[in-house]
């Protein structure tokens, strides 16, 4: 995979992000307003899973090299008053960031992607709290009806991060192999590789920086493709928003096998 984010970076905007999520639960008439994207939560439940989860993620991280996710010890419940769970969710974005800078990008800790492309370092978590964090910032803003486009340094390395993270393993691809293609507006290429060996991703030169083919085929062209901004390539991958709000090349039935497919079955 090409060169992620740096470290420093990925630090950056997760505060970023925490700052943007804050924002739009500030704006909410109610907490108890429902979450377009995700039905089966309130406001509030969103923001009290964001708050917990990075507590958990924040005592992971500061565990180290672990055989199970750790659990933040003592901390207070989401508060329902709004000024009140404002302050809890900055204090919970702090305990996950102050426990990142401590351990560094390459530190090992316990995470949940053992055969993924991705190590199992603090880094990688921070690189995944990001995409996280983003993509709820997304529900929390749609819920108040103003959702806004994702940075695009966050999604163009979003793309990256799910395919390499949140797909890729080695259990076997139950169906015919195949290629799939993730193509962003930016101008940055993806492409995902489906077989008994298990789901790989991998990223696509540049147009041009390759020699042509004969009669312009590619002898490797994708089974499907998708196409749209790095932003709505994430929002489709994390179910945000309709797959067909793309453009795809070659039918969306791949897609389908491919959100049915659970290698942990």
């Given amino acids: 995979m090409e060169k992620t984010l740096e470290f420093s970076d990925l630090l950056r905007l997760i505060d970023e992000r925490s700052t943007a999520f804050r924002a739009a639960v500030a704006a909410a008439p109610s907490l108890d307003v429902q979450v377009p994207t995700c039905p089966e939560w309130t406001l509030f439940d969103l923001a009290q899973h964001i708050g917990e989860g990075r507590r958990d993620w924040a005592a992971t991280v500061a565990a180290g090299p672990a055989p199970a996710k750790s659990a933040a010890e003592g901390a207070p419940a989401a508060p329902r008053e709004r000024e009140a769970l404002s302050a809890w969710l900055a204090e919970s974005t702090e305990q996950l960031l102050d426990a990142l800078r401590k351990a560094g990008p390459d530190r090992g800790c316990w995470t949940w992607w ?8 603090s880094g990688a978590v921070a690189r995944h709290q990001l995409q996280q964090l983003a993509v709820h910032t997304y529900d929390a803003q749609i819920t108040v009806g103003a ?28 169906h015919k192999p195949a290629a799939v293609d993730f193509h962003a507006s930016e101008g940055r290429s993806w492409r995902l590789s489906l077989s008994a060996d298990g789901a790989r991703a991998t990223r696509l030169p540049a147009p041009g920086t390759v020699p042509a083919t004969a009669a312009g085929e590619d002898p490797d062209a994708a089974d499907a493709s998708f196409r749209g901004t790095a932003g709505e390539l994430v929002l489709a991958l994390y179910g945000r928003i309709p797959v067909d709000s793309l453009k795809l090349d070659g039918g969306r039935r791949l897609f389908d096998l491919l959100e049915a497919w659970d290698p942990d079955a």
Avoid: H, K, M, N
């Fill in 114 to 121: 053992e055969t993924s492309q991705s190590p199992q370092t």
């Fill in 147 to 174: 959702p806004q486009p994702l940075p695009d340094e966050v999604a163009l390395d979003g793309v990256d991060e799910f395919l390499s993270t949140c797909v890729a393993t080695t259990s076997a691809w139950p």
